[in-house]
């Protein structure tokens, strides 16, 4: 566990005077601390690891096909999967799952083939519930194995946040009929004994005969928010994972951190408070679909304001530091994954971004959530686990605008990583690092920032780097690459401590590499640091 350490900020102060001279930043930042912090890391309490692939878009199906057809969308996916994370994990649906009523042909098969073949990006595909046309779905489901090479599908999800179609008109959807609908899709898209489907499905799904059923293919309740109940989860998993058969591989809610009243902000949309409470409740769903069901959860469609984002919201700096701390979030609570919706590739929360320049579509935008997918990737790496959770520490007398640290150590080589978000929009902070253990550590470490430039950070649309770094259309990169040393040395308690300086709405990851890896940090490889 890393432990909020009670302390007194003026005795801190002084004590860090002399160390402050020597730590990383501060001749870049023009701002002194208004606050400081003290996390400790305990080695010898280890957390959850954070799943290869934890890392994902989900896309509607339109347009979709442009993940490959466009070169500068897919550098952009291998860029971001050039840390050691795995392949993304892309969820195709959303709003479109339900509304499409035809089944995709090789327009679409075709380009997520190749995506596949070129990046190992595997699929999450949505099929048709809400009309209740069964058939419909099978031969969407049937198209998708005939077209896809087996090894790039995860699974089909069924439907989409069916929790909502009480609500939508003329539906003919209940409580009851859901139950039923999801059981009786899963049963004819599964089993051969459906002699209709026998002879055509018999190349592809059928291979064990016409008594056959192949459990295990699909993804649900695909929920509007992970806000549901434990005993829906259960009812759900009773229904459809444990007892009548195993038809659910995976399980999954979406998130959306708030709604686009103007009431939400890019402070509020940083708010410590509503954070707590929703993941308090996704620890629970996790718990009941790993533990009780063996079922792992993924939150496959996630963003920072539902119904295509908020202007000044989703699209600012906020966003970024949101994405970053949310996919964390969801690791935390023993998701297995994120997927960062872009709706069709216009909404305004979206990390890349569709449009036509003079008519002709040009090549991708980036957005500021995409620079927080980024830093995630640089700090997880090829396999990280979390040390303990994330501590929090209030930079004000209202105890709100927090600074969290995210400690975090790398399980194959044991370097040591920390996040660190600065939400308070005003004030610096400096943050103190420190493990409990007397050496074995290299005398510096490495610290990548996060910013933005100007006066308003959470508000900036531009002028936003990771170690220095923009990427601009196309991913085209610009600016001289930037990371900062900071001193090691030994605290009075006989661990070894740094201390960083953090902006106000700014993040940074640091990372400590044990001593006989020191000399890594001086020679970056392509696409790391
Ligand atoms: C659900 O709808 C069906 C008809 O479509 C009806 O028979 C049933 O009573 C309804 N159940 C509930 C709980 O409203
Ligand atoms: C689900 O389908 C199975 C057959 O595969 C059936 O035995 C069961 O009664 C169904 N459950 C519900 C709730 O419809
Ligand atoms: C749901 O959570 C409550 C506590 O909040 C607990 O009492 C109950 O047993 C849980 N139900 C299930 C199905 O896990
Ligand atoms: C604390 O909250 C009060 C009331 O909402 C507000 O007037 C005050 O400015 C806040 N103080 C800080 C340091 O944010």
Same mark, same amino acid.
């Given at each position: 566990?890393?432990?909020?350490?009670?302390?007194?900020?003026?005795?801190?102060? #002084?004590?860090?005077?002399?160390?402050?001279?020597?730590?990383?930043?501060?001749?870049?930042?023009?701002?002194?601390?208004?606050?400081?912090?003290?996390?400790?890391?305990?080695?010898?309490?280890?957390?959850?690891?954070?799943?290869?692939?934890?890392?994902?878009?989900?896309?509607?199906?339109?347009?979709?096909?442009?993940?490959?057809?466009?070169?500068?969308?897919?550098?952009?996916?291998?860029?971001?999967?050039?840390?050691?994370?795995?392949?993304?994990?892309?969820?195709?649906?959303?709003?479109?799952?339900?509304?499409?009523?035809?089944?995709?042909?090789?327009?679409?098969?075709?380009?997520?083939?190749?995506?596949?073949?070129?990046?190992?990006?595997?699929?999450?595909?949505?099929?048709?519930?809400?009309?209740?046309?069964?058939?419909?779905?099978?031969?969407?489901?049937?198209?998708?194995?005939?077209?896809?090479?087996?090894?790039? #599908?995860?699974?089909?999800?069924?439907?989409?946040?069916?929790?909502?179609?009480?609500?939508?008109?003329?539906?003919?959807?209940?409580?009851?009929?859901?139950?039923?609908?999801?059981?009786?899709?899963?049963?004819?898209?599964?089993?051969?004994?459906?002699?209709?489907?026998?002879?055509?499905?018999?190349?592809?799904?059928?291979?064990?005969?016409?008594?056959?059923?192949?459990?295990?293919?699909?993804?649900?309740?695909?929920?509007?928010?992970? %806000?549901?109940?434990?005993?829906?989860?259960?009812?759900?998993?009773?229904?459809?994972?444990?007892?009548?058969?195993?038809?659910?591989?995976?399980?999954?809610?979406?998130?959306?951190?708030?709604?686009?009243?103007?009431?939400?902000?890019?402070?509020?949309?940083?708010?410590?408070?509503?954070?707590?409470?929703?993941?308090?409740?996704?620890?629970? #769903?996790?718990?009941?679909?790993?533990?009780?069901?063996?079922?792992?959860?993924?939150?496959?469609?996630?963003?920072?304001?539902?119904?295509?984002?908020?202007?000044?919201?989703?699209?600012?700096?906020?966003?970024?530091?949101?994405?970053?701390?949310?996919?964390?979030?969801?690791?935390?609570?023993?998701?297995?994954?994120?997927?960062?919706?872009?709706?069709?590739?216009?909404?305004?929360?979206?990390?890349?971004?569709?449009?036509?320049?003079?008519?002709?579509?040009?090549?991708?935008?980036?957005?500021?959530?995409?620079?927080?997918?980024?830093?995630?990737?640089?700090?997880?790496?090829?396999?990280?686990?979390?040390?303990?959770?994330?501590?929090?520490?209030?930079?004000?007398?209202?105890?709100?605008?927090?600074?969290?640290?995210?400690?975090?150590?790398?399980?194959?080589?044991?370097?040591?990583?920390?996040?660190?978000?600065?939400?308070?929009?005003?004030?610096?902070?400096?943050?103190?690092?420190?493990? %409990?253990?007397?050496?074995?550590?290299?005398?510096?470490?490495?610290?990548?920032?996060?910013?933005?430039?100007?006066?308003?950070?959470?508000?900036?649309?531009?002028? #936003?780097?990771?170690?220095?770094?923009?990427?601009?259309?196309?991913?085209?990169?610009?600016?001289?690459?930037?990371?900062?040393?900071?001193?090691?040395?030994?605290?009075?308690?006989?661990?070894?401590?740094?201390?960083?300086?953090?902006?106000?709405?700014?993040?940074?990851?640091?990372?400590?590499?044990?001593?006989?890896?020191?000399?890594?940090?001086?020679?970056?490889?392509?696409?790391?640091?």
């Amino acid at each position: 566990m890393a432990r909020k350490q009670q302390h007194n900020n003026h005795i801190c102060l #002084i004590l860090l005077l002399g160390l402050a001279a020597a730590s990383a930043g501060l001749a870049q930042q023009q701002q002194a601390p208004a606050f400081t912090t003290v996390t400790m890391l305990d080695i010898d309490s280890p957390g959850k690891t954070i799943p290869q692939s934890f890392m994902g878009f989900s896309h509607e199906w339109p347009y979709v096909e442009e993940l490959y057809t466009i070169p500068q969308y897919m550098d952009i996916i291998k860029l971001l999967q050039s840390f050691g994370s795995g392949p993304l994990v892309l969820r195709v649906g959303g709003g479109s799952t339900d509304k499409l009523t035809t089944v995709p042909g090789p327009e679409v098969w075709g380009p997520l083939s190749k995506l596949h073949a070129a990046t190992g990006m595997k699929y999450i595909l949505g099929l048709n519930l809400f009309l209740n046309d069964v058939a419909l779905a099978r031969k969407q489901m049937d198209a998708a194995k005939a077209g896809l090479p087996a090894s790039s #599908i995860i699974s089909f999800e069924i439907g989409n946040e069916p929790d909502y179609y009480f609500n939508k008109p003329s539906t003919h959807w209940n409580g009851t009929k859901l139950v039923a609908g999801w059981n009786g899709t899963t049963d004819y898209l599964s089993c051969c004994f459906h002699t209709e489907w026998y002879a055509m499905a018999e190349a592809l799904s059928c291979r064990n005969g016409p008594s056959s059923c192949e459990y295990g293919q699909f993804t649900g309740p695909v929920w509007g928010h992970l %806000n549901l109940r434990n005993t829906t989860m259960d009812w759900f998993l009773k229904t459809n994972g444990k007892t009548n058969g195993k038809w659910v591989e995976m399980t999954s809610v979406h998130w959306y951190k708030a709604t686009s009243e103007t009431f939400n902000t890019p402070v509020t949309l940083l708010d410590e408070v509503p954070i707590r409470k929703e993941m308090t409740n996704l620890k629970e #769903i996790v718990r009941v679909s790993e533990q009780v069901y063996g079922k792992p959860l993924r939150v496959a469609e996630m963003n920072t304001i539902s119904n295509s984002g908020r202007d000044g919201v989703s699209n600012v700096f906020a966003a970024a530091l949101w994405t970053l701390d949310a996919s964390l979030e969801v690791a935390a609570a023993g998701g297995v994954g994120v997927n960062f919706h872009q709706g069709a590739g216009q909404n305004l929360y979206a990390a890349i971004i569709r449009w036509y320049d003079n008519g002709r579509l040009a090549l991708p935008q980036l957005r500021p959530p995409f620079f927080g997918m980024l830093l995630f990737q640089m700090a997880v790496r090829g396999g990280s686990r979390l040390m303990g959770t994330q501590v929090t520490h209030a930079s004000d007398a209202n105890n709100s605008k927090f600074l969290k640290v995210w400690a975090l150590q790398d399980v194959q080589t044991g370097e040591l990583r920390w996040v660190i978000i600065n939400k308070d929009a005003s004030r610096a902070a400096s943050a103190v690092l420190w493990v %409990n253990r007397p050496s074995g550590y290299a005398s510096e470490a490495s610290v990548i920032r996060m910013t933005a430039a100007g006066p308003n950070p959470l508000s900036a649309t531009s002028g #936003i780097t990771v170690a220095g770094v923009s990427y601009g259309l196309g991913g085209a990169k610009s600016g001289e690459r930037r990371i900062e040393a900071a001193k090691v040395s030994k605290n009075a308690k006989g661990g070894q401590m740094l201390t960083v300086q953090v902006p106000a709405g700014s993040a940074a990851l640091v990372r400590l590499p044990l001593a006989k890896e020191q000399a890594a940090l001086r020679t970056p490889a392509a696409g790391s640091g």
